[in-house]
């Protein structure tokens, strides 16, 4: 069956000359690098490539052609594939040019296989690792430049290989990426050590309201923080992965305030707890150790909602954890 869909998709893709690839709003480190490998992919078959991110690609500088990627379509599109995004939702302001799209590729337990095709892959560690597999089944070749965005995608959403789904297949798929031409020391460099002076003031202003209780550890970071400190991002530029080697945490929680009415949250879970239920449960989604969600209402109330389910679904977990252990 999965040699049949590959078969699918590489006919579509030939058959195919004008291409709009989107991806998730904040966008990460695999959102940008999937969206760029497969994109200069298709360009170097000589395809007419729209690569479209609703809030741009603010701090991927360092990722080779990312002044490729506009914010809005024009024209219409032979072929149109969401990548790293778990529901159609997620890509924002996109949603009403795409319709049904021909293909989705993501790695999110919670994807809603919302497109003709479906290359969803949940024990992946990264949506560019499935790239990677698939890329060559659809008649599409690597060069030092695909290789890199691809393996920016799976230091990214690895945290630099940190995570509890990293084995050995994936350090394979990322020495052939370094064999191919990607600066493993490069990428790790500038996707998790550098950071700007206004996103460690940000930072200073979530921590500054750090708390901890029944083994959650949670924050906020506000509108007003955003706009005195002049951070230009709408996401919490990483903190939520700092908050997660809390020794005292199982999961951390951070709130960011996107307007008056919305806030996302962003939950990490330490191996044995799985967050992407309670992600789901409030309109989002994601994986075991790192899910979302976007929620309507003001930061106070959201705040009052989700701790408490948080801390309720964090002691129900634990208790199954030690019934495990005893029997």
Same mark, same amino acid.
């Given at each position: 069956?999965?040699?049949?869909?590959?078969?699918?998709?590489?006919?579509?893709?030939?058959?195919?000359?004008?291409?709009?690839?989107?991806?998730?709003?904040?966008?990460?480190?695999?959102?940008?690098?999937?969206?760029?490998?497969?994109?200069?992919?298709?360009?170097?078959?000589?395809?007419?490539?729209?690569?479209?991110?609703?809030?741009?690609?603010?701090?991927?500088?360092?990722?080779?052609?990312?002044?490729?990627?506009?914010?809005?379509?024009?024209?219409?599109?032979?072929?149109?594939?969401?990548?790293?995004?778990?529901?159609?939702?997620?890509?924002?302001?996109?949603?009403?040019?795409?319709?049904?799209?021909?293909?989705?590729?993501?790695?999110?337990?919670?994807?809603?296989?919302?497109?003709?095709?479906?290359?969803?892959?949940?024990?992946?560690?990264?949506?560019?690792?499935?790239?990677?597999?698939?890329?060559?089944?659809?008649?599409?070749?690597?060069?030092?430049?695909?290789?890199?965005?691809?393996?920016?995608?799976?230091?990214?959403?690895?945290?630099?290989?940190?995570?509890?789904?990293?084995?050995?297949?994936?350090?394979?798929?990322? /020495?052939?990426?370094?064999?191919?031409?990607?600066?493993?020391?490069?990428?790790?460099?500038?996707?998790?050590?550098?950071?700007?002076?206004?996103?460690?003031?940000?930072?200073?202003?979530?921590?500054?309201?750090?708390?901890?209780?029944?083994?959650?550890?949670?924050?906020?970071?506000?509108?007003?923080?955003?706009?005195?400190?002049?951070?230009?991002?709408? #996401?919490?530029?990483?903190?939520?992965?700092?908050?997660?080697?809390?020794?005292?945490?199982?999961? /951390?929680?951070?709130?960011?305030?996107?307007?008056?009415?919305?806030?996302?949250?962003?939950?990490?879970?330490?191996?044995?707890? #799985?967050?992407?239920?309670?992600?789901?449960?409030?309109?989002?989604?994601?994986? /075991?150790?790192?899910?979302?969600?976007?929620?309507?209402?003001?930061?106070?109330?959201?705040?009052?909602?989700?701790?408490?389910?948080?801390?309720?679904?964090?002691?129900?977990?634990?208790?199954?954890?030690?019934?495990?252990?005893?029997?």
């Amino acid at each position: 069956m999965k040699k049949l869909v590959d078969q699918k998709i590489f006919e579509k893709i030939h058959q195919s000359h004008d291409f709009l690839i989107v991806s998730h709003v904040r966008p990460d480190a695999d959102a940008v690098g999937s969206l760029l490998g497969l994109g200069l992919a298709l360009i170097n078959q000589e395809k007419n490539v729209q690569m479209v991110l609703a809030d741009g690609a603010g701090r991927f500088e360092y990722l080779p052609k990312v002044n490729l990627i506009t914010r809005s379509p024009s024209g219409k599109a032979d072929m149109i594939i969401v990548v790293d995004c778990s529901d159609i939702k997620r890509v924002g302001g996109l949603k009403a040019e795409l319709g049904k799209p021909d293909l989705v590729v993501d790695h999110h337990k919670t994807n809603d296989r919302y497109g003709v095709y479906n290359i969803v892959e949940p024990d992946q560690v990264a949506t560019a690792a499935i790239l990677f597999d698939h890329l060559p089944e659809w008649g599409l070749s690597f060069d030092p430049e695909i290789a890199t965005c691809l393996l920016s995608g799976i230091v990214g959403d690895t945290i630099g290989y940190r995570t509890p789904n990293v084995n050995a297949e994936v350090m394979r798929k990322s /020495a052939a990426l370094m064999d191919l031409g990607a600066n493993l020391a490069d990428i790790y460099r500038e996707e998790l050590v550098m950071k700007s002076f206004k996103a460690y003031k940000y930072w200073g202003s979530g921590l500054s309201r750090l708390k901890v209780q029944d083994g959650l550890v949670w924050t906020c970071l506000t509108l007003a923080d955003r706009l005195d400190i002049g951070y230009p991002e709408n #996401d919490d530029a990483d903190l939520v992965n700092i908050l997660s080697a809390v020794r005292e945490a199982r999961i /951390a929680l951070i709130f960011v305030e996107q307007s008056q009415n919305e806030v996302k949250i962003s939950w990490r879970a330490r191996p044995g707890w #799985d967050v992407s239920g309670i992600a789901y449960e409030f309109g989002g989604g994601g994986h /075991a150790a790192a899910a979302g969600a976007d929620v309507e209402g003001n930061l106070e109330d959201v705040r009052k909602r989700v701790i408490p389910r948080t801390i309720e679904l964090l002691n129900q977990q634990t208790n199954e954890l030690e019934m495990e252990k005893t029997t």
